[in-house]
């Protein structure tokens, strides 16, 4: 039987780059993915690293997100040396566009919203917006700048870390499913792969919208998929500096010229298919922002599945079951968040103390309300 000290279920930028920290602080790390690593969320997503709130609910998020920004250029850097390859990190800002005839306000709002949070922004006329952006359509309102946001190439970052993984010793095993936990009584024992056992003293479920299909961990990583639809324009003549936020699309420029465009999310289970009405949707935001885009060349149309949760916050951390840990529930942000979850799980492992606030992404908190409402109910 094979035996290491951490054992992770999935390689994608969550499972991959929790290896890799391991490893580095001299573990026998195995990473198992039941395909080639890295070829879910984490090779369909759009790559913004920004803090700041999309709703309300996103808010109990954001010091984490914070810390997980300032972890990313060291991050990067770190990976780009070991791996000897580009993340292609974009250190450019973000700009929200304002469109509203209340412009005046909802600016204002969103800048106390910001500054409250201790979150950079800058309000922006429409001239100003126009100058930093020239090819955004013209009658906006006003714009919010976010200096301190940025953008990685997700498909390159996540190549960058499995091969720094596999540099720092980790043995990566494609093309093996994990089907459960290895549980005795309260103890994880390490994992079940579609073909053996394997026994390790950390075992780090670390399998995106996929965590709840492995037996044993279901409980305490309730997710689901969340499916997101992205498109990838070229076009010569668009000139696009920094990620744009529109009322309905973001635009996300590359380092290689091409533009992302995206992205739908749609509670469909696992399917995966592009649909008409979802590349329409993006195709006219994206144009409706950027009118030049309309002479795009339409390069990639693509589909990935988000994991969220029942409270769409991450679920990090301990379990009840001595030895298991999780890792997921990153839904719309794991690209940002993967340096902070790392570093919280290596912490975990190896100092079973953390350095923040995590009280809140427990996975035992599901487990918490189950016996509150059953209680209830009686
Ligand atoms: C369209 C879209 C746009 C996004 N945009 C952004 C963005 O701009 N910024 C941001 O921060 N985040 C964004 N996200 C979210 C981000 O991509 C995800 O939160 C993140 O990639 C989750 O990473 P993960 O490693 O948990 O999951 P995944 O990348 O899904 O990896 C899970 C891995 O587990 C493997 N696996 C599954 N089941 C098993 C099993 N039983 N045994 C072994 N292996 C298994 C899979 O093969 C896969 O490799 C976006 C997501 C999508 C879909």
Same mark, same amino acid.
């Given at each position: 039987?094979?035996?290491?000290?951490?054992?992770i279920?999935?390689?994608?930028?969550i499972?991959?780059?929790?290896?890799?920290?391991?490893? $580095?602080?001299?573990?026998?790390?195995a990473?198992?993915?039941? +395909?080639?690593?890295?070829?879910?969320?984490s090779?369909?997503?759009?790559g913004?690293l920004?803090?700041?709130? /999309?709703?309300?609910?996103?808010?109990?998020?954001v010091?984490?997100?914070?810390?997980?920004?300032?972890?990313?250029?060291?991050?990067?850097?770190m990976v780009?040396e070991?791996s000897g390859q580009?993340a292609?990190?974009?250190?450019?800002?973000?700009?929200?566009?304002v469109?509203?005839?209340?412009?005046?306000?909802?600016?204002?709002t969103?800048i106390?919203?910001?500054?409250?949070?201790?979150?950079?922004?800058?309000?922006?006329s429409?001239e100003?917006?126009c +100058?930093?952006e020239?090819s955004?359509?013209?009658?906006i309102?006003?714009?919010?700048?976010?200096?301190?946001?940025a953008?990685?190439d997700?498909?390159?970052?996540t190549?960058t870390?499995?091969? @720094?993984? $596999?540099?720092?010793?980790?043995?990566?095993?494609?093309n093996?499913r994990?089907? +459960?936990?290895w549980?005795?009584?309260?103890?994880c024992e390490?994992?079940i792969?579609?073909? /053996?056992k394997v026994s390790?003293?950390h075992?780090?479920?670390?399998?995106?919208?996929? @965590?709840?299909q492995i037996?044993?961990a279901? $409980?305490?990583?309730?997710v689901?998929?969340?499916?997101?639809q992205?498109? @990838?324009?070229?076009?010569?003549?668009?000139?696009i500096? $920094?990620?744009?936020?529109?009322?309905?699309i973001?635009?996300?420029?590359r380092?290689d010229?091409?533009?992302?465009?995206?992205?739908?999310?749609?509670?469909?289970g696992?399917d995966?298919?592009?649909?008409?009405?979802?590349?329409?949707?993006?195709?006219?935001?994206?144009i409706?922002?950027v009118p030049?885009l309309?002479?795009?060349?339409?390069?990639?149309?693509?589909?990935g599945l988000?994991?969220?949760?029942p409270?769409?916050?991450?679920i990090?951390?301990?379990?009840?079951l001595q030895?298991?840990?999780?890792?997921?529930?990153?839904f719309?942000?794991g690209?940002?968040?993967?340096?902070?979850?790392?570093r919280l799980?290596?912490?975990?492992?190896?100092?079973?103390?953390?350095s923040?606030?995590w009280?809140?992404?427990?996975?035992?908190?599901? /487990?918490?309300?189950?016996?509150?409402?059953?209680?209830t109910?009686n």
């Open positions: 039987m094979k035996t290491f000290d951490a054992a279920a999935g390689g994608g930028l499972g991959s780059s929790i290896a890799l920290e391991l490893a $580095r602080a001299g573990l026998h790390v990473l198992f993915d039941k +395909q080639e690593p890295g070829l879910e969320a090779w369909a997503s759009a913004i920004s803090p700041a709130p /999309e709703s309300p609910a996103m808010i109990g998020m010091p984490l997100g914070k810390a997980s920004m300032a972890l990313y250029p060291e991050f990067v850097q780009e070991i580009s292609g990190y974009r250190a450019k800002g973000t700009l929200e566009v469109t509203s005839r209340h412009a005046r306000e909802e600016l204002s969103i106390a919203l910001h500054h409250g949070l201790g979150l950079r922004a800058e309000p922006l429409a100003d917006a +100058q930093l020239p955004l359509r013209e009658d309102e006003a714009a919010v700048l976010r200096p301190a946001e953008s990685v997700n498909r390159l970052l190549r870390i499995v091969e @720094s993984a $596999r540099k720092s010793g980790v043995e990566v095993f494609a093996q994990v089907e +459960q936990i549980r005795e009584g309260d103890i390490g994992l792969t579609s073909t /053996e390790a003293k075992t780090v479920i670390a399998a995106g919208c996929f @965590s709840a037996q044993g279901e $409980r305490y990583a309730p689901v998929p969340a499916r997101g992205m498109i @990838s324009l070229r076009c010569a003549s668009a000139r500096e $920094r990620v744009l936020w529109g009322d309905e973001y635009l996300v420029p380092n010229g091409r533009v992302l465009a995206g992205a739908t999310v749609e509670y469909a696992f995966k298919t592009l649909t008409a009405g979802g590349q329409r949707k993006l195709l006219n935001a994206a409706d922002l030049e309309e002479k795009a060349q339409l390069e990639e149309a693509w589909v988000r994991p969220d949760s409270d769409h916050l991450p990090l951390g301990p379990t009840d030895g298991l840990i999780i890792a997921t529930g990153h719309r942000s690209v940002l968040l993967t340096p902070i979850t790392a799980i290596r912490e975990w492992i190896t100092l079973e103390n953390v923040e606030q009280d809140r992404f427990s996975p035992m908190r599901f /487990e918490a309300a189950r016996k509150q409402t059953h209680a109910a």
